[in-house]
């Protein structure tokens, strides 16, 4: 099969095509068929070898995919071949024809999603689901600010939040990224790019504040979040890319709170609690992922470029083999 190879860590270049052997699924494995995989910003991490997690060399990246069961192994149960699933996590990298995953790994992929829909699943919609429900234990009636609206996780949690009866603010760095924050439940956006764009939220928000805040680039935002949130406000974590400074008083005034956590530590229950959350809201319609780009398997040089630059995300990137 034609795979992704990574074989030094390094810059998009070290992406290259390669043929290598097709895995056989053993007892307990699902072989899939990939039709679309997920591009995410932690797969730019990896390939850098600069992060918390590395695969051994040689590698293949990619979480997140989507496609159709070839083969199981021995005492597989919860899935047959011809079943159209969603894989999260894997054991061989879903940039690539086929991906090796353990039977928990995948997961059905409602008939109205799409396979390049379902490559922006996982990662988004769960880490927006881990944020909103475990982190910042949101209740409805609350606002929430969404901090970069406009890329997977950010329309993955408006979505969740718009249907849990949250008031719901989102920001972008785009025309285009405010237009589709606004589409996909924000019920007002604010543009990151503009200077004084904190004090219309403060405004929005009647005075006393937003009492959740989802933050996708915490090294920027940081600082500035803790003013705008209300009493007992949380801010979640989600994205940083370096150090930052804050002042604690803007914490302690509000008794307000910061949480932080990686998708990658999530117990089982928490996983099985996400992934029926995500599965029911692709089948009821309130979780519509949002592919943005569809890039043949070849150019994943390109994607990793595309997904790391600085403004302008648009829902997901996805790779076609
Ligand atoms: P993405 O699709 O590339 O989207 C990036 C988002 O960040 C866009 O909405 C972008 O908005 C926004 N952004 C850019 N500059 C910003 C600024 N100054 N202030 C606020 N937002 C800004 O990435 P993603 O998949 O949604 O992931 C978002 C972040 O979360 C990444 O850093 C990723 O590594 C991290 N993440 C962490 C976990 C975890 O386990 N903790 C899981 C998934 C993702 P514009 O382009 O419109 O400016």
């Known amino acids: 099969m034609k795979a992704i190879l990574v074989r030094q860590f390094g810059g998009p270049e070290v992406l290259k095509l390669e043929e290598v052997p097709t895995p056989k699924p053993a007892a307990g494995?699902?072989?899939?068929k990939i039709h679309a995989a997920g591009v995410n910003p932690a797969?730019?991490?990896?390939?850098?070898?600069?992060?918390?997690?590395?695969?051994p060399l040689?590698?293949?990246?990619?979480?997140?995919?989507?496609?159709?069961v070839d083969s199981i192994g021995d005492g597989v149960k919860k899935v047959n071949p011809g079943d159209r699933v969603y894989v999260a996590k894997n054991l061989s990298g879903t940039y690539a024809e086929y991906a090796l995953?353990?039977?928990?790994?995948?997961?059905?992929?409602?008939?109205?999603?799409?396979?390049?829909?379902?490559?922006?699943?996982?990662?988004p919609y769960g880490t927006a689901y881990h944020a909103i429900h475990h982190q910042a234990k949101a209740h409805a009636a609350e606002t929430v600010?969404?901090?970069?609206?406009?890329?997977?996780?950010?329309?993955?949690?408006?979505?969740?939040?718009?249907?849990?009866?949250?008031?719901?603010?989102g920001t972008a760095g785009s025309a285009k990224g405010l237009e589709l924050a606004q589409r996909e439940g924000a019920h007002q956006v604010f543009d990151h790019s503009k200077s004084g764009y904190q004090e219309e939220i403060t405004k929005a928000a009647g005075g006393r504040g937003v009492d959740i805040i989802l933050e996708m680039l915490a090294n920027v935002n940081l600082g500035a979040d803790l003013k705008l949130l209300a009493q007992r406000g949380r801010v979640v974590v989600i994205g940083s890319r370096g150090d930052v400074t804050i002042t604690p008083r803007d914490l302690m005034g509000r008794r307000a709170s910061i949480r932080a956590f990686t998708l990658w530590a999530l117990t089982e229950a928490e996983s099985i609690e996400v992934h029926a959350g995500i599965i029911a809201g692709l089948e009821n319609g309130t979780l519509r992922p949002v592919v943005g780009s569809e890039i043949p398997l070849k150019d994943a040089a390109q994607a990793h470029i595309n997904v790391m630059k600085p403004s302008?995300?648009?829902?997901?990137i996805v790779l076609i083999p």
């Open 312 to 316: 302008g995300a648009f829902g997901k």
């Open 43 to 55: 797969d730019t991490y990896a390939r850098t070898g600069n992060y918390a997690v590395l695969p």
């Open 58 to 68: 040689p590698y293949t990246p990619g979480t997140d995919g989507a496609g159709v």
């Open 145 to 169: 600010l969404v901090h970069g609206a406009s890329g997977g996780v950010g329309i993955a949690s408006l979505q969740f939040a718009r249907a849990l009866g949250l008031t719901v603010f």
């Open 29 to 32: 494995q699902v072989l899939v």
């Open 101 to 123: 995953a353990l039977e928990s790994q995948v997961h059905r992929l409602p008939d109205r999603i799409s396979f390049a829909q379902g490559a922006g699943v996982f990662i």
